[in-house]
């Protein structure tokens, strides 16, 4: 068994997953499995920087992490940081700082990879008989699309996400109905052009990742508490999807706080982030639809691109 350390720094979250990977199978066993909502994209899509605070913020998490790495001794560490640092002029400041800590390297990714990691790590828990797949990893600051069956075939990642929908668009509690139209539109837009790249007309199957979308579906699932195997592979159709997703944007934010299962870092962000869920399953299943077939559910999976940053750790990809 080889033990890795996978880091996703997204622009809202920061996490860990600590797992040995068999070696043959590339099955991954998990030993610790963290979240902490650090904020890093806060205020970039404005400014253009990392807000000296997120920094803060995220690099004590990254301190946490690296403690917890060091006791289990894993023997590979990759750190892959996302949207927000992909678009903030001062990302070397923070780059340098997790070098520091850490110890490795973080890498920036680009669009494409994120893509790549968040196919791998959702299609590894599912079977070959249900592609060929659309995956959609609906994180802070960008969405990445991929079609797929063993591998991608097509990929494209779309500047839209639940911080910068939020920034940008939805300023009011719950938002005015114009904030949703233009968020709505932007979404729309994004939408266009990565259908353009990505042929999601020939889905079998639409998988969801992220937080975003395993809180949409906690809410469809009538949760009291976040419950991560119940989450795990659940199977919504898809106006129940809808359904939720609509409830959740015209709540206002005293009311999300006080559901059961959402995690206090998400509260102000569920609502853009179920707008963003919301026209990407309409869109897909428009699509097939116009390719002559149906798309009638919606499948939510909680393995997604830190799986993939694990196995490629442990050099399964």
Do not use: K
């Not at 996490?15 to 070696?23: G, Q």
């Not at 991929?146 to 996400?161: F, I, N, Q, R, T």
């Not at 114009?178 to 998988?207: K, M, Y």
């Not at 009291?224 to 195997?229: A, E, V, W």
Request: hydrophobic fraction near 45%; proline fraction near 3%.
């Amino acid at each position: 068994m080889t033990r890795v350390a996978a880091i996703d720094c997204g622009t809202n979250s920061i996490r860990l997953l600590i797992a040995d990977v068999d070696p043959a199978t590339g099955v991954l066993e998990d030993l610790v499995r963290r979240m902490e909502v650090v904020r890093l994209g806060q205020g970039v899509d404005r400014t253009g920087e990392l807000h000296p605070e997120a920094l803060a913020r995220t690099l004590e998490a990254t301190a946490r992490y690296a403690e917890e790495i060091r006791e289990l001794g894993a023997e590979r560490v990759r750190f892959v940081a996302t949207s927000a640092t992909r678009d903030a002029r001062n990302r070397q400041e923070f780059v340098d700082g997790v070098r520091a800590i850490l110890g490795v390297e973080p890498e920036v990714v680009a669009g494409d990879e994120e893509a790549r990691l968040s196919f791998a790590g959702a299609t590894s828990m599912l079977g070959a008989d249900g592609g060929p797949y659309v995956v959609v990893d609906l994180g802070g600051g960008s969405t990445e699309v991929v079609l797929g069956e063993a591998e991608p075939s097509a990929a494209h990642s779309m500047d839209v996400g639940c911080v910068r929908m939020t920034e940008r668009h939805l300023h009011d509690d719950p938002p005015a109905p114009a904030q949703v139209q233009a968020a709505r539109a932007d979404v729309r837009a994004a939408l266009d052009a990565a259908v353009a790249v990505v042929p999601v007309r020939q889905a079998a199957t639409l998988v969801g990742l992220a937080g975003s979308v395993t809180t949409v579906t906690a809410h469809a699932l009538g949760l009291d508490r976040y419950d991560r195997d119940r989450i795990n592979g659940a199977e919504l159709a898809v106006d129940e999807v809808l359904a939720a997703c609509e409830s959740l944007l015209a709540m206002t934010r005293e009311q999300r706080s006080a559901l059961g299962f959402m995690h206090p870092g998400r509260v102000d962000v569920i609502g853009a982030g179920a707008l963003v869920w919301s026209e990407v399953v309409r869109r897909v299943r428009d699509e097939v639809a116009a390719g002559g077939g149906t798309l009638d559910s919606v499948v939510t999976s909680e393995h997604d691109i830190l799986d993939g940053i694990a196995l490629s750790a442990a050099g399964r990809l």
